[in-house]
């Protein structure tokens, strides 16, 4: 079971930090992932965090947004910094159930937060 | 970064149809393609991982085949459940890309 939160309006430039709250699992030993959905649009990939801590992110993120986690309190996070229009979207909190090299499949899903970028 | 092409954008189909989606990657992922399910106002949902492999707790109508870059995901005898929008993701290495979707829609 996940649960986001954090979402919200935020002007262009601005900050704001996206909170997961993990339960029914061991969520230490899992790989965690952010993908995201604008308005009316797919599905597109924000960021990984592995269980041991490394990330990777989408080009489009890179350099702005940090994905990170304390396993202590099961909780993922997102913070998102100098924040575009185009950012504006429904994010979801997402746990990679695969295994082995390469095996990566998204599986559960958390309900979405929406963030909307908005002078 | 490894492009996914999936086909059509859109399809209108009856109930009791079968429906075939097909997603193509731009170089060979081997089995690491994944299929997933979303309908209006919910998030997406786990269909068939690495290729082939069922969901526990999916029904049987659903069926993905292929491997290198070309697959397809099956629907046998569509039911009023399943018009919704499916995506296919690579999942052989970052960034993990979704394919832009297939929504079915009623005839």
């Known amino acids: 079971h996940l649960v986001e939160s954090g979402g919200g309006l935020v002007k262009p430039g601005g900050s704001l930090r996206l909170s997961c709250a993990a339960s029914?699992?061991?969520?230490?030993?899992?790989?965690m992932n952010w993908v995201r959905q604008a308005p009316g649009k797919g599905l597109e990939w924000v960021a990984r965090i592995s269980d041991s801590g490394s990330t990777n992110y989408a080009d489009s993120v890179n350099g702005r947004f940090a994905i990170s986690r304390d396993n202590a309190k099961d909780s993922l996070f997102l913070q998102m910094s100098s924040l575009r229009a185009e950012d504006t979207a429904v994010y979801y909190c997402?746990?990679?159930?695969?295994?082995?090299?390469?095996?990566?499949?998204?599986?559960?899903w958390g309900q979405g937060t929406l963030v909307t970028v908005s002078s | 970064d490894i492009q996914m092409t999936q086909s059509p954008s859109s399809l209108s189909v009856s109930i009791g149809d079968r429906v075939i989606i097909t997603c193509r990657a731009s170089?060979?992922?081997?089995?690491?393609l994944n299929w997933y399910q979303q309908r209006p106002g919910k998030a997406p949902r786990l269909l068939i991982y690495n290729a082939y492999s069922l969901q526990p707790g999916v029904p049987s109508r659903f069926s993905g085949s292929g491997s290198g870059t070309l697959f397809t995901l099956t629907i046998n005898s569509l039911q009023p459940e399943d018009f919704a929008t499916y995506y296919c993701q690579q999942s052989y290495n970052t960034p993990y890309i979704f394919g832009l979707g297939t929504k079915l829609e009623i005839k």
């Open positions: 029914g699992f061991f969520f230490r030993t899992y790989e």
């Open positions: 997402v746990r990679d159930s695969g295994y082995g090299p390469n095996s990566n499949w998204f599986d559960p």
């Open positions: 170089q060979s992922i081997d089995n690491y």
